[in-house]
């Protein structure tokens, strides 16, 4: 089992940055690949951006292609969002998780789930 816990989200103004957290309690955090997803009021959780265990392979959807970027370290059990260019459509609250599984966009795949950060993104 693991245990997340996102932090860092906030209000920032559209164009700006925020980079987020996720921090996994006990020592198998490698052996998971990891992802982001966020849900707005009204919709759907979305798949966001995904990691495999080693960092060797990620992916993005398509709306925050190039604006955003994930990373990971292992000997730190934490995973990072770097959101730039943020947009009022990014607002959401988001969430980190995990999966044993190698990197995926499904969000079934996911056993483990932080509480959630939430990012303001005002115009």
Do not use: H
Request: proline share 2%; hydrophobic share 30%.
């Amino acid at each position: 089992q693991v245990k997340l816990v996102e932090s860092g989200g906030g209000l920032v103004q559209a164009g700006g940055s925020l980079r987020l957290s996720c921090a996994a309690s006990g020592r198998t955090f490698s052996m998971y690949a990891m992802g982001w997803f966020r849900q707005a009021p009204g919709k759907e959780r979305e798949f966001v951006t995904t990691i495999s265990r080693s960092g060797g392979s990620t992916y993005y959807a398509d709306s925050v292609k190039g604006r955003f970027t994930i990373s990971r370290d292992n000997a730190k059990n934490t995973v990072y969002l770097q959101m730039n260019s943020l947009k009022p459509e990014d607002t959401a609250v988001y969430y980190c998780a995990a999966t044993p599984l190698r990197a995926t966009t499904r969000r079934n795949d996911f056993d483990y789930w932080g509480q959630g950060t939430q990012v303001t993104v005002s115009s």
